[in-house]
């Protein structure tokens, strides 16, 4: 086989979008009937919530006594696992009368659709009692449904419909809004050194698709390009943006494209200059590089930041990772005392991996804006690696887990390492306590596996210190740290952070495409919502 049709041979890893819909509304809306309709049509299972209601529930309505929130909140759990057990999607009807009750959906699976069917008391009434007998829900109950019902409308992913239409309508309607929800608005790329993820998103943002493939800037040199991408040093880069998304542009050629990560540094398919810092996070995207492709698309490249000083910094792809971890962030339930004393507050950003880079942020919040005012990089990832792979540290250790998780009692090995940097021991620094992890192994007090998690809690640990330190000194006081990146690696960094007393942590999802997603807002090439 040639290396081109190797090269053909390697499929991009997907995952579609999941349509979860709830149909909701108050007693006799219809919401059973047009449930079981649109799962139908889209060949999803249809789940009637009613019938996940606990024994006590179903006693309390057969008496005529209306449910609370109490009596609400385990079924609305049951519900939400049960939809979760379809990872195609499925249909759920269920009342969801409160914003309360749709939050606890939502909380349980993100993304969800309401079709909500309004309808008057009089109609309910009518419809509910010219039920066959046997229904658990009785008309006396229709009156307590109305004085429970918040109007769902305003929030996000809500279609609100006119329960009295004929059942042919309403379905064609809700399915078509289903569709228009569904239509691609952007197509955003993660395109870093060893490999590329593009994402096609809706209107609010949210993934429809997405697709991983080794196709990273230092990978691109080992294949074999068919003629007609070029014969130039980019002819590589048209072809993997072909592989990773070139149906979808074909299918919607008038969407935009955003890409960010290593495509743009000197290596990549063109060179975005780095921004320098402090830099207000809704400037970056309006400093866009871009690219023409040889079928006349532009794609548009996330320019990286620099920090110069004595000794310069430089990120590149982590600021979309920022971007999107900030988006998360909301101060509004709870506002914090700086916001209250109209004052700054300080969020420290920290993104473990390789090269785990700290970035300090400012939000302020009359007028609202963000600023990137610095960041470290630590070399700890690569480090730990080399370490264990080419020094004799590595000899006496056992292979790690290969997803990163500490298991059972290495937990102990793992904070052991944590707390040396707080040590007199500590404080000679990382070049010279890394050899405990040897003579630890050396004299019986840890095994081959414990060596690895030990190194592991001693490199962060060190990382977190002098990160500590480092932020005394500048006397930064961050309301919180957010964490990006692998669960399992956030968990580690998350565990030595309250070892060194940072206790207010958050582990930021999806950050990747959310930040391209408000860097494309910041751009103008989509709308916000």
Request: a neutral charge; glycine letters at 10%; charged letters at 20%.
């Given at each position: 086989m040639s290396q081109v049709q190797l090269q053909r041979s390697c499929s991009p890893v997907y995952r579609r979008e999941r349509l979860w819909i709830v149909v909701m509304g108050v007693a006799g809306c219809g919401k059973s009937?047009?449930?079981?309709?649109?799962?139908?049509?889209?060949?999803?299972?249809?789940?009637?919530?009613?019938?996940?209601?606990?024994?006590?529930?179903?006693?309390?309505?057969?008496?005529?006594?209306?449910?609370?929130?109490?009596?609400?909140?385990?079924?609305?759990?049951?519900?939400?696992?049960?939809?979760?057990?379809?990872?195609?999607?499925?249909?759920?009807?269920?009342?969801?009368?409160?914003?309360?009750?749709?939050?606890?959906?939502?909380?349980?699976?993100?993304?969800?659709?309401?079709?909500?069917?309004?309808?008057?008391?009089?109609?309910?009434?009518?419809?509910?009692?010219?039920?066959?007998?046997?229904?658990?829900?009785?008309?006396?109950?229709v009156a307590s449904q109305f004085a429970t019902l918040e109007d769902p409308r305003g929030e996000d992913r809500v279609l609100q419909l006119d329960g009295t239409l004929a059942l042919s309508t309403l379905s064609a309607k809700a399915l078509a809004w289903i569709d228009a929800q569904s239509q691609t608005a952007l197509i955003a790329l993660d395109w870093g050194t060893s490999s590329l993820r593009a994402y096609r998103l809706d209107a609010t943002g949210r993934a429809l698709e997405v697709r991983?493939?080794?196709?990273?800037?230092?990978?691109?040199?080992?294949?074999?390009i068919p003629a007609k991408f070029g014969a130039d040093s980019k002819a590589a880069f048209e072809f993997a943006f072909e592989e990773a998304c070139g149906d979808w542009k074909r299918a919607t050629p008038q969407v935009p494209v955003i890409a960010a990560g290593m495509v743009g540094s000197r290596q990549g398919w063109q060179e975005a200059p780095y921004l320098s810092i402090p830099v207000a996070v809704d400037q970056i995207g309006s400093k866009l590089s871009t690219?023409?492709?040889?079928?006349?698309?532009?794609?548009?490249?996330?320019?990286?930041?620099?920090?110069?000083?004595?000794?310069p910094n430089v990120m590149r792809g982590e600021e979309t990772q920022v971007i999107g971890a900030l988006s998360t962030l909301d101060f509004s339930?709870?506002?914090?005392?700086?916001?209250?004393?109209?004052?700054?507050?300080?969020?420290?950003?920290?993104?473990?991996?390789?090269?785990?880079?700290?970035?300090?942020v400012t939000r302020q919040h009359?007028?609202?804006?963000?600023?990137?005012?610095?960041?470290?990089?630590?070399?700890?990832?690569?480090?730990?690696?080399?370490?264990?792979?080419?020094?004799?540290?590595?000899?006496?250790?056992?292979?790690?887990?290969?997803?990163?998780?500490?298991?059972?009692?290495?937990h102990a090995a793992f904070d052991r390492g944590v707390l040396v940097a707080q040590t007199p021991a500590g404080r000679a620094g990382v070049l010279s306590t890394i050899f405990s992890t040897r003579t630890l192994g050396l004299t019986g007090i840890l095994d081959g596996a414990s060596q690895r998690e030990y190194l592991s809690g001693l490199l962060i640990g060190h990382e977190v210190a002098a990160l500590q330190d480092m932020l005394e000194a500048q006397r930064y006081q961050p309301a919180c740290v957010v964490l990006v990146g692998d669960a399992a690696l956030c968990d580690r960094y998350a565990r030595a952070l309250r070892?060194?007393?940072?206790?207010?942590?958050?582990?930021?999802?999806?950050?990747?495409?959310?930040?391209?997603?408000?860097?494309?807002?910041?751009?103008?090439?989509?709308?916000?919502?």
């Amino acid at each position: 086989m040639s290396q081109v049709q190797l090269q053909r041979s390697c499929s991009p890893v997907y995952r579609r979008e999941r349509l979860w819909i709830v149909v909701m509304g108050v007693a006799g809306c219809g919401k059973s009937t047009l449930g079981q309709a649109l799962a139908d049509a889209m060949k999803l299972t249809f789940i009637e919530g009613d019938q996940f209601h606990p024994t006590e529930n179903l006693q309390k309505m057969s008496q005529g006594i209306a449910l609370d929130d109490a009596d609400r909140q385990g079924w609305l759990d049951r519900l939400g696992v049960e939809l979760l057990r379809y990872p195609a999607g499925a249909v759920l009807s269920c009342s969801a009368l409160k914003r309360a009750y749709r939050a606890r959906l939502r909380k349980a699976v993100p993304g969800l659709y309401f079709v909500h069917l309004s309808i008057t008391q009089e109609t309910a009434n009518a419809r509910v009692t010219a039920r066959s007998g046997g229904h658990l829900f009785p008309s006396s109950l229709v009156a307590s449904q109305f004085a429970t019902l918040e109007d769902p409308r305003g929030e996000d992913r809500v279609l609100q419909l006119d329960g009295t239409l004929a059942l042919s309508t309403l379905s064609a309607k809700a399915l078509a809004w289903i569709d228009a929800q569904s239509q691609t608005a952007l197509i955003a790329l993660d395109w870093g050194t060893s490999s590329l993820r593009a994402y096609r998103l809706d209107a609010t943002g949210r993934a429809l698709e997405v697709r991983a493939l080794p196709r990273g800037v230092m990978k691109l040199s080992e294949l074999e390009i068919p003629a007609k991408f070029g014969a130039d040093s980019k002819a590589a880069f048209e072809f993997a943006f072909e592989e990773a998304c070139g149906d979808w542009k074909r299918a919607t050629p008038q969407v935009p494209v955003i890409a960010a990560g290593m495509v743009g540094s000197r290596q990549g398919w063109q060179e975005a200059p780095y921004l320098s810092i402090p830099v207000a996070v809704d400037q970056i995207g309006s400093k866009l590089s871009t690219v023409p492709t040889r079928s006349g698309q532009i794609v548009h490249i996330v320019p990286g930041l620099i920090e110069n000083s004595a000794l310069p910094n430089v990120m590149r792809g982590e600021e979309t990772q920022v971007i999107g971890a900030l988006s998360t962030l909301d101060f509004s339930a709870v506002p914090s005392y700086a916001e209250q004393q109209n004052k700054q507050d300080e969020i420290l950003i920290g993104l473990p991996g390789s090269h785990s880079k700290w970035v300090q942020v400012t939000r302020q919040h009359q007028p609202a804006q963000d600023h990137i005012e610095h960041f470290h990089t630590f070399m700890t990832g690569e480090v730990y690696a080399a370490l264990c792979e080419h020094t004799i540290l590595g000899r006496g250790m056992q292979i790690g887990h290969a997803n990163g998780d500490v298991i059972g009692d290495d937990h102990a090995a793992f904070d052991r390492g944590v707390l040396v940097a707080q040590t007199p021991a500590g404080r000679a620094g990382v070049l010279s306590t890394i050899f405990s992890t040897r003579t630890l192994g050396l004299t019986g007090i840890l095994d081959g596996a414990s060596q690895r998690e030990y190194l592991s809690g001693l490199l962060i640990g060190h990382e977190v210190a002098a990160l500590q330190d480092m932020l005394e000194a500048q006397r930064y006081q961050p309301a919180c740290v957010v964490l990006v990146g692998d669960a399992a690696l956030c968990d580690r960094y998350a565990r030595a952070l309250r070892a060194y007393g940072m206790d207010q942590i958050e582990v930021a999802g999806q950050a990747t495409e959310r930040g391209l997603w408000q860097l494309a807002v910041g751009a103008g090439l989509v709308r916000g919502v």
